[in-house]
């Protein structure tokens, strides 16, 4: 019988990896001291004076903390009790979580947007719109067998974001369902954008249509859409994409000069990012909620990371 070798064998690390702990934790902490400044941005939210224990605009505070480090009501309404957050907000108490769940009935669309304008110029040189899609359910593989809880269909939502590309901030979102074509959002997001300036809008093979392109013009902007390969150099009722194919197709590579085409990238960049920072599903089941979850996950993106 012949015995096992116990020859032991040298490993070395190709990449050495060192992490900054002390630079990590001020960054963190610097973190939580803007979401916690936030509570002065939302004091709308607490006129007219209600007889309430809490106030709105601290209980949203709590609700992008929640957001931000990706735990449940319940995990947060234990952390604002055993950190003290309740604390550092002027609150007397910590609430329970199902005041916190409850705060988001008192939010929409509309306020949320007002608020994300302060954090945004008034006119910008270069924006990029494009759609990711989210999803509304996380259930491991092992919960699907055990229980029997196949899904047959995918459940997922598009979300649509207008970015500023220089700065990296968003300056609106959208979210409709996962089936919905890309460009007929279009008039919608420029319909509500009509309070800032860009020059040049960017934007995929998904937004070549002529609605789209009569769209930014008649925002005041230059479209840098891509353009397909047989695209015709007829207007009908369309000079700005005539154009387009015309520049496209007699010197592409001075078109995507002019309009910055390689800048495109950002967007799905800050898909990305808000993706890894605050996770990749919704964990709003109703639909009107699930408007205001992206909204507030807007507001943390314009807030934390851009600037550093």
């Given at each position: ?19 900054n ?13 803007r979401?916690l400044?936030?509570?002065?941005v ?6 007219p004076?209600?007889?309430r ?74 924006g ?51 089936t919905?074509s ?6 919608k ?9 860009v020059?040049?809008?960017?934007g995929?093979?998904?937004?070549d ?14 479209p ?15 000079p ?12 592409n ?11 495109r ?6 898909f990305?990012?808000?993706k ?33």
């Amino acid at each position: 019988m012949h015995r096992t070798s116990q020859k032991k064998e040298i490993w070395e690390r190709h990449k050495e990896v060192s992490i900054n702990w002390k630079h990590y934790d001020e960054s963190r902490l610097s973190e939580c001291k803007r979401i916690l400044d936030l509570s002065n941005v939302f004091h709308e939210l607490d006129k007219p004076v209600q007889r309430r224990e809490f106030k709105l605009s601290h209980l949203t505070i709590l609700l992008l903390f929640k957001i931000l480090f990706g735990v449940s009501y319940r995990g947060i309404a234990s952390a604002t009790n055993d950190l003290r957050i309740y604390q550092a907000l002027g609150m007397k108490r910590a609430p329970c979580y199902k005041t916190i769940q409850n705060t988001m009935a008192y939010l929409d669309e509309w306020f949320l947007s007002q608020i994300n304008r302060l954090f945004l110029p008034d006119r910008i040189v270069l924006g990029g719109i494009d759609s990711s899609g989210m999803k509304t359910r996380q259930k491991g593989a092992w919960i699907q067998i055990r229980f029997h809880k196949y899904q047959k269909k995918k459940d997922f939502k598009k979300v649509h974001i207008f970015v500023d590309l220089v700065s990296k901030k968003i300056i609106y979102c959208l979210v409709t369902k996962g089936t919905s074509s890309d460009h007929k959002q279009l008039k919608k997001i420029l319909k509500e954008c009509d309070w800032i300036r860009v020059d040049i809008i960017l934007g995929d093979k998904g937004y070549d249509t002529r609605e789209c392109f009569n769209e930014i013009t008649n925002h005041g902007s230059v479209p840098g859409i891509k353009v397909r390969k047989n695209a015709s150099r007829k207007a009908r009722g369309c000079p700005s994409r005539r154009k387009a194919v015309i520049a496209q197709q007699q010197d592409n590579e001075g078109w995507k000069t002019k309009v910055q085409a390689t800048m495109r990238c950002v967007v799905e960049a800050v898909f990305s990012g808000t993706k890894r920072r605050f996770g990749e599903y919704l964990f709003s089941i109703k639909a009107r909620f699930r408007n205001v979850e992206v909204w507030l996950r807007t507001i943390l993106w314009n807030v934390l990371i851009y600037p550093r």
